[in-house]
């Protein structure tokens, strides 16, 4: 990782020597003391401590009584626990693939007029569902989705008005609708970046292509495609974090209903540590949810990294 | 260059389909707001009298400027002191390169994909226990713990493209380390700074979780999590919790819209990093 | 200059990250010991010596209350204007919201007086002050023992008896409130004395092309539990499901007549009785539509009298649910607005004489029965309020007196544990609504659930 950077080495006189006092390892880590020290205080611990947590029973104010694995047999066995992994699983679909695919798509057609005046001020439209908080988009959404609310007028206003319901609490509905959610979250962001990783292709390979008489899906599959490989990781990593460990849209759009629909395992987690007082067992979840992220994330990186950095 | 006029008249109308299908909700939300409050308008319709009011209903009933205030010093508790210790410590790994130094990048490293809700409850107990529940120093030190991983790693892949060379020019003119970090370092990375610090500020202000568990008072919370809790307490009244949501929105929309350029390369960059 | 360097050296890598390890190791042996050791000693006893005033000095009561609901805020008004040294600093959230926040907010950020959700496990916790001494103290204990026996939780872990753990500001009376316009477009010329009634003028709204029932179902709000209980009053006795509730000894909601009841409900579903998007409306939309005279029937309860006196004068009634058989006995749910004080409250006193002061006087009855549209606590004999004839008011004051005379009243099958609700009815009633639960698998699944949780 250090790189060429260390190339040049030159003798040192103990005269320098002993001018600095603090020897480079000590300041070095004297540097990275302040991090190290919240780091460990507010990550690493409260981390070792879910994994305690989750091999006991506790309430989160009487003693805890020790029981194994029976938090995590619970969480295998418990079809309402393991399904809130699959709800998991099933988001991935609609907060990465939908945006990244949709995004692919996006920036390979308006790739020719990145620079134009419209593309810039899309920059800035784009990146609004970004900024806002995720709780805003949820109450937006929520909305748009309702009975009353537009989605539902639209579809009766072009005749599909069998179509329409109650999006979010209908059982078959509800997960795609928080998903759609998810989506319009995330579809900025991956359009941009692509399209970001798009501009750094080198245009002539285009040029070349476009002489040989290549259309334009020929030259997507072996010019941009390739191109994009970090880009397309770097969105799909992002959007599937950001699907596994979902909060904030169902907190407010669903609580994980109708049913159990829509629950995911961070409300879920919420719901076992503070409602029901589950500690133990919304530990075991806790654990199991941070190790999903991990397999989920590095194969991913894995892959699309090229070793560059 | 050679583009046919039909592909980039595709790429225009796919643009603006959607910018369309990116404000529509907005839009949504601002004309729901207009209706009288109480009443439950059907999808998108203008009201028959716009009820301004609503703004100003929703302002006081938000407690809108106790809530400003509060995100506001939350942002000041974090932001700083995170973007200081991510450097230095971006500054150690990346530029010092002590020994061990590549071990404890990685434990940095694997911080940043722990989702929070992993560490949410013990989280609560151990801020319980240090008395700090309901004060915003619940969620001004585990939030810069927590942003730590991104921080170090955003810093150190700056300090990594630094040359050596640069230091040592500062050396022989008798810098101590302190002195180099601070006068020759610090003002180059200037640019990285700006951008992690656009982007803490991004996710403290938007920060939620943390925000509805260690604090029970909207008025010393976050942003996102008075959000919330303003649709725990308006939620029945559609058009004033619409007509509350947008003010919520404001203020980062209108940071948004002023650094914008910033704030779009810090994003890119800050999800191509992470 | 080899400063750079210095860090490829192998050798010099021990030390940090020694260092680096036997911090990281010191925390995990700080963890190490059992969560939770040092849990308060257990104990329910009331405070021994207690003031019956607010004094004199100035006092801010914090409270924590649910939205959408005026009476309280409107009774700590009126407080601070007869008492003005008491000021209140007020907290409000729906009622699915606080009963997450409960176990929480009492133990780590106690407020003075608070709307209590289900409350075994709260005072099994020891989070609630007793309040015994208070009792005996105002003389609430001479009141008739059915308005506190709701809130009473004893040694044993059932509810109904022993220690009181919290107080009503009111109690209030369910039943169905009807839209007298439509019901007369139904056909309805009286308030159908039998279920079969009932039905029939369900199926003649929906002839007429009227949503017969509307109700709230969705989010965190199963609200499907009202008429189902109403059914299972009508089919079976009281007795058990009260027993059930108060987690007596080896009761069960999974009995013949409660499937008769859920079938019943079923029945209404699949006959398309309900409104089609139930699973998506929360409370406040369900009273929206129904004042809007969007549909014939809401389940809820005296809560709302006032309000519909109000916006729909002379247009809304309430009928008690009738019985299976003609002249048989009519039961509801009556439970008290129930609010308790911290074990940790720093104001026990002042809540504690708040609480007296709402049930007895006069001012306080007057807005508990105007606003709050329920009947006040209290001995009796109180002072109450004239009513005007026509009113809803007045004729859920009057169910309130059927419902004393048969013996009829019961607490909430939601009220039974802490998680009952949002872990089990709600789910299981939207899986009902939308055809995705049997009546069976609804009681089995909930009985399960139960015994869960009265055993942990």
């Known amino acids: 990782m250090a790189g060429p950077l260390a190339a040049t080495v030159e003798p040192v006189t103990g005269r320098e020597r002993r001018k600095r006092r603090p020897r480079p390892a000590r300041l070095g880590w004297l540097f990275a003391l302040p991090a190290v020290v919240v780091y460990l205080t507010f990550v690493i611990r409260p981390l070792l401590l879910t994994v305690q947590y989750s091999f006991y029973d506790w309430n989160g104010i009487g003693a805890a009584t020790w029981t194994g694995l029976d938090n995590y047999v619970r969480l295998v066995t418990d079809p309402e626990l393991s399904g809130t992994i699959l709800h998991a699983f099933e988001l991935i679909l609609f907060f990465s693939f939908v945006p990244v695919l949709l995004g692919l798509a996006v920036a390979a057609t308006i790739r020719q007029i990145a620079q134009s005046r419209l593309a810039l001020v899309a920059r800035t439209v784009l990146f609004l569902p970004q900024v806002i908080p995720l709780v805003a988009a949820g109450i937006m959404w929520t909305w748009l989705l309702s009975t009353t609310g537009l ?27 928080v ?27 285009y040029e070349a292509a476009r002489l040989d008489g290549a259309g334009p899906w020929r ?35 669903t609580q994980g209903g109708p049913g159990n629909a829509t629950m995911v395992p961070g409300l879920e987690i919420y719901y076992l540590a503070f409602a029901e007082r589950e500690v133990g067992m919304a530990s075991a979840l806790a654990v199991a949810l941070t190790v999903l992220v991990l397999l989920c994330v590095l194969p991913i990186q894995r892959l699309t990294r090229d070793g560059t950095r | 260059m050679i583009v046919t006029r039909r592909e980039t008249l595709t790429g225009r109308i796919l643009l603006v389909l959607l910018m369309v299908l990116t404000v529509l909700p907005f839009v949504s939300l601002f004309v729901t707001a207009l209706h009288p409050s109480g009443t439950y308008p059907d999808g998108l319709s203008w009201p028959s009298s716009p009820q301004w009011g609503n703004f100003i209903d929703a302002f006081q009933a938000a407690n809108m400027e106790r809530l400003l205030l509060s995100s506001a010093l939350i942002v000041l508790g974090v932001v700083p002191v995170s973007v200081l210790f991510g450097t230095m410590a971006g500054f150690a790994f990346g530029h010092l390169r002590m020994p061990g130094h590549r071990i404890g990048f990685l434990v940095f490293v694997l911080g940043l994909t722990l989702p929070f809700e992993g560490l949410i409850t013990p989280l609560y107990y151990q801020v319980r226990d240090m008395g700090l529940l309901n004060t915003r120093w619940a969620i001004i030190l585990p939030l810069i713990g927590l942003f730590m991983p991104f921080s170090v790693l955003w810093m150190r892949a700056h300090f990594i493209t630094m040359p050596d060379e640069l230091s040592e020019a500062a050396r022989i003119d008798g810098a101590s380390t302190w002195q180099l970090f601070w006068r020759v370092h610090v003002p180059l990375a200037r640019p990285a700074l700006t951008s992690l610090g656009i982007l803490l500020f991004l996710w403290t202000w938007n920060q939620f979780l943390l925000a509805i568990v260690l604090v029970d008072d909207p008025a010393k919370r976050t942003m996102a999590g008075a959000l919330g809790a303003f649709q725990g307490q308006w939620g029945t009244d559609i058009p004033l919790l619409c007509a509350g949501s947008l003010l919520i929105l404001t203020p980062t929309l209108a940071i948004f819209l002023i650094f914008q350029r910033r704030f779009v390369a810090a994003l890119l960059q800050g999800s191509l990093k992470g | 200059m080899t400063r750079t360097t210095s860090g ?61 609901f005026p009476l309280p805020k409107t009774l700590a008004d009126a407080f601070t204007a007869q008492f003005p040294n008491v000021k209140w600093d007020i907290r409000e959230d729906q009622f699915a919201v606080i009963t997450q926040n409960a176990p929480r907010v009492l133990s780590d950020d106690p407020p003075d007086l608070m709307r209590i959700p289900q409350m075994s496990e709260l005072a099994k916790d020891n989070l609630l002050l007793n309040l015994d001494t208070y009792a005996t103290a105002y003389g609430w204990d001479k009141w008739p023992a059915s308005q506190l026996e709701q809130m009473r939780f004893g040694s044993n872990g059932e509810r109904g008896a ?52 509307n109700q709230f179902n969705g989010g965190a709000t199963g609200g499907l539990a009202f008429p189902l209980q109403n059914l299972m009053a009508a089919y079976g006795e009281t007795a058990p499901i009260n027993d ?22 079923e029945k209404w579903i699949k006959a398309g009785y309900l409104a089609p998007d139930i699973n998506s409306q929360d409370y406040a939309m369900m009273m929206s539509r129904f004042i809007g005279g969007k549909n014939l029937f809401i389940f809820s309860g005296d809560w709302e009298s006032g309000n519909l006196d109000k916006q729909m004068a002379g247009n809304a009634g309430f009928l008690l649910m009738p019985p299976a058989q003609a002249g048989g006995k009519q039961a509801a749910m009556s439970a ?45 004999d109180a002072y109450m309020p004239a009513v005007g004839k026509d009113t809803v008011t007045a004729s ?55 015994e869960s949780q009265v055993k942990g």
């Not at chain 3, 940790?344 to 004489?353: L, Q």
Request: with cysteine.
């Open chain 3, 162 to 213: 022993g220690p009181l753990y919290a107080m009503g500001l009111n109690f209030s009376m369910t039943g169905v409130f009807y839209n007298k316009k439509l019901a007369a477009q139904a056909g309805m010329a009286q308030p159908p004395q039998t279920l079969a009634d009932f039905d029939a003028v369900l199926q003649k709204a929906k002839d007429a092309g009227i949503t017969p029932i």
């Open chain 3, 8 to 68: 490829r050296r192998p050798a010099g890598r021990s030390r940090p990250l020694f260092a680096m390890l036997a911090l990281s190791g010191a925390l995990a042996a700080a963890a190490c010991s059992a969560p939770g050791g040092d849990a308060p000693a257990t104990g329910t006893s009331a405070p021994a010596a207690v003031k019956t005033t607010c004094g004199t000095e100035p006092v801010t009561l914090k409270g924590y209350f649910e939205t959408g």
């Open chain 3, 396 to 450: 859920t004051l009057a169910a309130g007196a059927t419902i004393g005379k048969d013996n009829g009243a019961m607490d909430f099958i939601a009220n039974a544990t802490g998680a009952i609700y949002a872990k089990s009815w709600t789910p299981q009633l939207q899986k009902l609504a939308a055809g995705q639960q049997t009546p069976q698998g609804l009681l089995t699944a909930v009985q399960k659930d139960y």
């Open chain 1, 219 to 253: 030259e997507f599959r072996s010019i941009t495609l390739p191109g994009l490989r970090q880009e397309i990781g770097v969105c799909v990593t992002v959007t599937v974090i950001s699907a596994l460990a979902s909060f904030d849209i169902i907190y407010v759009s």
């Open chain 1, 179 to 205: 998903g759609v959610i998810g989506a319009w979250v995330q579809i900025g962001l991956c359009t941009l970046l692509l399209l970001a990783g798009m501009s750094k292709i080198d245009n002539s390979l």
């Open chain 3, 244 to 265: 059930w509730i108060f987690n007596k000894q080896g009761a069960t909601i999974n009995t013949p007549s409660n499937l008769q009841a859920t079938q019943h409900l």
């Open chain 3, 336 to 380: 008290p607005l129930t609010y308790g004080i911290s074990a940790k409250s720093r104001n026990a006193d002042c809540a504690a004489f708040f609480l007296n002061w709402v049930a007895t006087d006069q001012k306080a009855r007057d807005l508990g029965v105007q606003v709050g549209g329920s009947h006040p606590m209290g001995p009796t």
């Open chain 1, 151 to 177: 989605i539902n007028q639209l579809l009766s206003g072009i005749g599909l008005g069998s179509l329409t319901r109650a999006w979010l609490g209908d059982f078959g509905t509800a997960l795609p609708a």
